[in-house]
């Protein structure tokens, strides 16, 4: 990503009001002081439309051939169909069945075929790995990763690999227990939901 392109994705969050300062806990559990809220910009579709171009630049420049775009319920279905739609390819989503990231069934074509993921903010990486699992299962051969913001700046990789974003940057996150926002006695605020426990 160039820098134009790194602001262009900035002033998009923060126009939708969708960076968050505060005390907040995360999907994984920790605790940070930045949240971002993709709901935000998921309920204003042309922001969303603009962000997702930059995407699926983003995925076009790495020139990779893969029949279906993946997204995990919930949050980054949005983002990965609008994404599937401009890239000409087809959509399916993973969702928690038991626990357990899963397909439901009525994917016609996903077993066997080749696959880029998308995600919406990569904190641990734990959502998009329960992704890949789900995929391996089905025998789809994972051509990239993509995520909008990459909380870690490009410290997880997943299958030994970076991530593709349009922002990464280093966003402290805490466990619980060692959180100074909690030692100072910031309210806490649990933003947003997902199934995951």
């Given at each position: 990503m160039t820098q134009s392109s790194t602001d262009q994705v900035t002033a998009l969050f923060k126009d939708c009001q969708a960076l968050l300062q505060g005390?907040?806990?995360?999907?994984?559990?920790?605790?940070?002081?930045?949240?971002?809220?993709?709901?935000?910009?998921?309920?204003?579709?042309?922001?969303?439309?603009?962000?997702?171009?930059?995407?699926?630049?983003?995925?076009?420049?790495?020139?990779?051939?893969?029949?279906?775009?993946?997204?995990?319920?919930?949050?980054?279905?949005?983002?990965?169909?609008?994404?599937?739609?401009?890239?000409?390819?087809?959509?399916?989503?993973?969702?928690?069945?038991?626990?357990?990231?899963?397909?439901?069934s009525g994917w016609s074509e996903v077993d066997g075929s080749r696959a880029v993921i998308v995600e919406d903010i990569l904190t641990t990486g734990g959502s998009v790995q329960e992704v890949v699992a789900s995929l391996k299962e089905k025998s789809v051969s994972i051509q990239g990763i993509y995520v909008l913001v990459d909380r870690t700046a490009g410290a997880v990789l997943i299958e030994g690999k970076p991530v593709g974003s349009l922002l990464a940057l280093k966003v402290e996150a805490f466990e619980p227990e060692s959180c100074p926002l909690c030692r100072a006695g910031v309210p806490l605020v649990k933003p947003g939901a997902s199934d995951k426990k």
């Open positions: 005390h907040f806990q995360l999907t994984s559990g920790k605790h940070s002081e930045w949240y971002f809220e993709k709901i935000r910009l998921i309920e204003r579709p042309r922001a969303l439309d603009r962000i997702v171009d930059l995407l699926i630049e983003r995925i076009k420049a790495d020139g990779r051939e893969f029949d279906y775009v993946v997204s995990p319920a919930y949050g980054a279905i949005a983002i990965g169909f609008l994404a599937a739609l401009k890239l000409g390819k087809k959509f399916a989503f993973t969702q928690r069945v038991e626990d357990k990231m899963a397909f439901r």
